[in-house]
Nanobody, 123 residues
């Protein structure tokens, strides 16, 4: 599994971005995927996650009501739609994959990580 994030960039407060997490392998649909973020000087935190099938999704407190995680297994891609962005959402966003399909909010359950994509929200 090799994960590649894309879609980050600079956006004004109140704007939207859609991040993508893509894997070139053929077994991506067998992995649950999580999104995490790390702001400067802070620990990496859970943002959102989605199970293999996409039936179940989970969100961190900072994402609830503003972010939506989804997946298209035919395209080997997981998305994170981020709306109503705030300056405090500024961080490097990482996607990660795990084969257990459980404990999705825990970082240490993930086997594979992408390199991250920078999201900057200006006030």
């Amino acid at each position: 599994v090799q994960l590649v994030e894309s879609g980050g960039g600079l956006v004004q407060a109140g704007g939207s971005l859609r991040l993508s997490c893509t894997d070139s392998g053929r077994t991506f649909s067998r992995y649950a995927v999580g999104w995490f973020r790390q702001a400067p000087g802070k620990e990496r935190e859970f943002v959102a996650a989605i199970t293999w099938s996409g039936v179940y999704t989970y969100y961190g407190d900072s994402a609830k009501g503003r972010f939506t995680v989804s997946r298209d297994n035919a395209k080997n891609t997981v998305y994170l739609q981020m709306n109503s962005l705030k300056p405090e959402d500024t961080a490097v966003y990482y996607c990660a994959a795990q084969s257990y399909n459980q404990d999705l909010i825990k970082q240490n359950t993930y086997n594979y990580w992408g390199q991250g994509t920078q999201v900057t929200v200006s006030s």
